[in-house]
């Protein structure tokens, strides 16, 4: 396996339950139209950051590519869900990313440092099931999340990198806390279907949660 | 003359004062400052009607790729002001945006349309300065504005014509409503020199106002 796509698995602190990839596989359209969502939202991230921290220059090129790169991401599965047929909607956003956001210390530099911790983790679990997806889904599918899993991988390193660049102590217990509340939002069950969330709990419909 | 520039400046109701190039020509940081601040807001409101217009297709792809290209040109003077030891830094906003966000109906899908004429305008206008500046700066910022103008042309087009597709009546009355009060804020002594102000009233300091 590439070696970036390694670091990423052993980054992670569990991987994803295999209920939530069996119901990946019944749930594509609603798979595909909140990847669309994560794309963009990943975007919207990145450039909040552009505007919050003017005076970090390599931060502001690093993740001003970034959020292009997620851009095209977004072009691209818009794409797919227009050639496939599938409604681009809003959908409720998963538990996630808000659950991780809720780590973020309001003190700077902490803030920035788990913001930047908290892009990393994401891009990580998006590649992880982007590789998982990759044996679950048809073939045309599965061809298009091999091509983003190394991105993923790419923004994964890239958002770790930055951490440690403007961390004024070490990263790793702050990071520990976070993965550790990661691993509960991926494996405990969840009230909706996302591409983020924890596996569906039985007995729920899935859909617009 | 290029034909897209062409269009571009029938499309403006009016020059910029001679005034405001001299005042760009002894105003380069504040100018390059205030420049990597537009295209950073430039995608950041093409990126907001990606969240805004799920069920816009056409809009979503148009407005993304645009969205990339604007970042591509906010690393691109970033760069710049980092070769030339320009600090990037926080700048007031001036009336320009502002201005023209007023008139923005509220009731869509005038709403919607009416961003999108102010998208085509302010890109008009951009436009229209790149190609001022290119008589008035040193030779390398001249080159640079030389390749931005043409893109910016291109963007002002994209604008007008997806307002155009998404229009239930004609545009033009409120198009002329929205260029008459564009005059004014570019003609009219502005109390800060920026990338899209007026020119700045004489006895008043330039820079962080």
Same mark, same amino acid.
Request: proline share 5%; net charge neutral; with cysteine.
């Given at each position: 396996m590439d070696?970036?796509l390694?670091?990423? =698995?052993?980054?992670?602190?569990?991987?994803t339950?295999? =209920?939530?990839f069996?119901?990946a596989r019944?749930?594509?359209?609603?798979l595909?139209?909140? *990847?669309?969502?994560?794309? +963009?939202?990943?975007?919207?991230?990145?450039?909040?950051?552009?505007?919050?921290?003017?005076?970090?220059?390599? &931060?502001?090129?690093?993740?001003? !590519?970034?959020?292009?790169?997620?851009?095209?991401?977004?072009?691209?599965?818009?794409?797919? &869900?227009?050639? +496939?047929?599938?409604?681009?909607?809003?959908? %409720?956003?998963?538990?996630?990313? %808000?659950? &991780?956001? @809720?780590?973020?210390?309001?003190?700077?530099?902490?803030?920035?440092?788990?913001?930047?911790?908290?892009?990393?983790?994401?891009?990580?679990?998006s590649c992880e099931r982007f590789l998982g997806l990759i044996k679950v889904l048809p073939a045309d599918l599965a061809e298009f999340y091999r091509l983003l899993a190394l991105?993923e991988a !790419? *923004?994964?390193?890239?958002?770790?990198?930055?951490?440690?660049?403007?961390?004024?102590?070490?990263?790793?217990? +702050? &990071? @520990?806390?976070? =993965? +550790?509340?990661?691993?509960? =939002?991926?494996?405990?069950?969840?009230? %909706?279907?996302?591409?983020?969330?924890?596996?569906?709990?039985?007995?729920?419909?899935?859909?617009?949660?």
């Amino acid at each position: 396996m590439d070696a970036d796509l390694q670091a990423v =698995l052993e980054f992670l602190p569990c991987r994803t339950p295999a =209920l939530w990839f069996e119901q990946a596989r019944t749930n594509v359209p609603t798979l595909l139209v909140d *990847h669309a969502h994560c794309e +963009k939202k990943a975007a919207g991230t990145a450039l909040s950051l552009l505007f919050r921290y003017v005076d970090h220059p390599h &931060l502001l090129q690093s993740l001003s !590519r970034l959020a292009r790169e997620e851009l095209r991401h977004f072009e691209q599965v818009h794409k797919l &869900l227009q050639d +496939k047929g599938i409604a681009y909607k809003h959908l %409720s956003s998963s538990r996630y990313a %808000s659950g &991780l956001r @809720e780590r973020v210390s309001r003190v700077e530099p902490d803030r920035l440092v788990d913001t930047l911790l908290t892009g990393a983790i994401v891009e990580a679990r998006s590649c992880e099931r982007f590789l998982g997806l990759i044996k679950v889904l048809p073939a045309d599918l599965a061809e298009f999340y091999r091509l983003l899993a190394l991105s993923e991988a !790419r *923004h994964f390193a890239d958002y770790l990198s930055l951490a440690q660049r403007y961390a004024d102590k070490p990263i790793q217990p +702050k &990071l @520990e806390e976070m =993965l +550790k509340v990661e691993a509960r =939002l991926v494996c405990e069950p969840d009230i %909706s279907f996302r591409f983020h969330s924890g596996p569906l709990a039985e007995n729920i419909p899935t859909g617009a949660g």
